[in-house]
């Protein structure tokens, strides 16, 4: 029993999520972070959606075009405090942020089918301020869990 617990906490409490379809939410605060993706990567097959709550308002979704999306992924960008949903059709790997606060470091992944084939391109991006040091060890944490 308590390793089943032990497990269900791991679980519930880290920042990974694996799903067929997933909601994130847009907040100004999660435990000690600010501005911060309710879930900061996320692992979905082809075909599945994610939704984006606006749980707090002043944020939105925008993929980061240049170098962070897979080949053929056309512009996506959401109003700010609105709820917006994607479907997901090309595998690869998406970095997003929020337009307002990307220097804040509110900045996510999604991988599509276990795909890591942008991997280098992603590591390419220039981001900027505190979201410099979070997608270092957020790619890092995709790197080593394929």
């Not at 390793?3 to 100004?28: G, K, P, Q, R």
């Not at 337009?99 to 390419?124: Q, R």
């Not at 900027?128 to 869990?145: D, N, Q, V």
Request: hydrophobic share 40%; net charge positive; proline share 2%.
């Amino acid at each position: 029993m308590k390793l089943f617990l032990s497990i269900l906490i791991l679980l519930l409490s880290t920042n990974f999520a694996i799903a067929a379809d997933v909601t994130v939410e847009m907040l100004n605060k999660l435990g000690k972070k600010k501005m911060v993706f309710s879930e900061e990567i996320i692992r979905i097959n082809s075909g599945d959606t994610v939704l984006w709550k606006a749980t707090d308002k002043g944020h939105n979704v925008e993929f980061i075009k240049k170098g962070g999306v897979p080949k053929g992924v056309k512009k996506f960008k959401s109003k700010v405090s609105k709820d917006t949903k994607y479907k997901f059709e090309i595998p690869g790997i998406y970095a997003y942020q929020c337009t307002p606060h990307k220097n804040m470091g509110m900045i996510g992944f999604v991988i599509v089918g276990n795909n890591l084939d942008n991997l280098e391109s992603i590591k390419k991006i220039k981001f900027r301020g505190k979201s410099e040091k979070i997608a270092k060890s957020l790619i890092k944490e995709i790197s080593h869990k394929h």
